[in-house]
């Protein structure tokens, strides 16, 4: 197969790439290196089936020769680039969706949209079904990410609609692992890195939010069995297990020894709307595909926590 990947360069498309290369399979990256770097691709720089373009996909673009899939996952992704980034996160998402689906139709390729559980909103049905409409704030800080999200879905599904494009849409669910950016403010690299210091995890608000978080091979495990589909609907990609900040805090010192605790800081303003839990149903794609989350917190947080100590002693830590 002959797949271009949008947003390669970054942390869950340079696992992606390298699944797909592993599999013998052409891959095209086309990214602007806003959030990602070449360096997560470092690995696989010099493979021969790997071609890197540099460009921003909010402005059209094509690739020489067939095409069979196009997964679309370039858009910046933390809770710290929605208030840095909110007009690249819409362009992307609508212009750049757009112009990555043009492409699917001209070159008859399938079309793999990234979507995300935060089309739920702070969800008022848990565990999180795909029929849930969501429950989303325009407005607030998060409103720029979750909006594009839920307009890049409607002009997948429009373009399949109208223009007959094999469609599939993963609803991505809190996903951590290696090559997660030091500084992207998520509460795995915080915490991670402030546990390795020896420094109190840093829990917003009284810490009883939950999350359930998935191991990055895992995840694309599943877009790899989705793009091998042939289900056009939204499937929840994400860890069932479902956590407290507390609880996934307590878990991270555990591993590292760190003595330091936890300490309750108020949630910064940047935060207003943070969803209060979030779990996925994984229904739709336990039957559907034939999966389910393999790696177990534990093993997953001990590939993290290497990863990350070797990423602060380069930084000088
Ligand atoms: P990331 O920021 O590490 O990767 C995004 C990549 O897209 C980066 O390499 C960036 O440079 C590139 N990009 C951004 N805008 C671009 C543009 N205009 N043109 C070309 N390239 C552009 O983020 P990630 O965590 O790897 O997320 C990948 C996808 O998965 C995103 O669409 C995100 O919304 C979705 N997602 C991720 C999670 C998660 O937990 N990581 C959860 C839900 C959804
Ligand atoms: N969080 C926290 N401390 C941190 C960073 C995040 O308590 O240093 C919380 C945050 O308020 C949210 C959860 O951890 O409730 C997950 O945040 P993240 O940014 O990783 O992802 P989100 O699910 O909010 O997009």
Redesign the pocket.
Known sequence: MRIVITGGAGFVGSHLVERYLAAGDEVIVVDNLITGSRRNLEAVADHPRLTFIEHDVSRPFTVDGPVDAIAHLASPA??IDFLRLPIQILKVNSLGTYHALGMARAKGARFLLASTS?IYGDPDVHPQTEDYHGNVDTLGPRGAYDEAKRFAEAITMAYHRMHGVPIRIVRIF?TYGPRMRLDD????P??VSQSLKGEPL????D?E?T?SFCYVDDLVDGIVRLMASDVTGPVNIGNPLELT?LEFARRINALTGNPAGVALLP?PAE?TG??SR?CPDITRATTLLGWQPTVSLDDGLARTVAWFASELQRAGH
């Open positions: 933390s809770p935060e809190n403010g998520r509460v795995v915080n915490f840093t829990a917003f608000g810490g939010q999350r900040v949630l935060r943070d969803p979030r």
